[in-house]
Nanobody
Framework: QVHLVESGGGLVQAGGSLRLSCAAS????????MGWFRQAPGKEREFVAA????????RYADSVKGRFTISRDNAKNTVYLQMASLKPEDTAVYYC???????????????????WGQGTQVTVSS
């Protein structure tokens, strides 16, 4: 059974940093695209960042570009999201996702991902 487990969320002041981790188990995702999404109260889940299986291609939402960095360690079956210069509008539950298809592209749509974690809360205070 596949599990994606996020960690690293918490409460941080505006301007601060957090590093989210997503550890996968049950199968390897070293040949699969992975991504991060977030959902704020009353809003739809939105794309944050995505990375190809090799790590050679990444894509970011305009709202986080230049502040967030996605990376992965295929040996550890883990993807990371380094978040800096956090803003109150970054407050949300952050989810990692894995594409079941084997390809070396980035994936930005929620419907393309089959596997999801349970989410980790990030709260940014002003």
């Amino acid at each position: 059974q596949v599990h994606l487990v996020e960690s690293g969320g918490g409460l941080v002041q505006a301007g601060g940093s957090l590093r989210l981790s997503c550890a996968a188990s049950g199968r390897t995702f070293s040949n699969n695209p992975m991504g991060w999404f977030r959902q704020a109260p009353g809003k739809e889940r939105e794309f944050v960042a995505a990375i190809s299986w090799s790590g050679g291609s990444t894509r970011y939402a305009d709202s986080v570009k230049g502040r967030f960095t996605i990376s992965r360690d295929n040996a550890k079956n883990t993807v990371y999201l380094q978040m800096a210069s956090l803003k109150p509008e970054d407050t949300a539950v952050y989810y990692c996702a894995a594409d079941r298809r084997i390809h070396n592209s980035v994936v930005v749509t929620t419907t393309a991902y089959e596997y999801w974690g349970q989410g980790t809360q990030v709260t940014v205070s002003s």
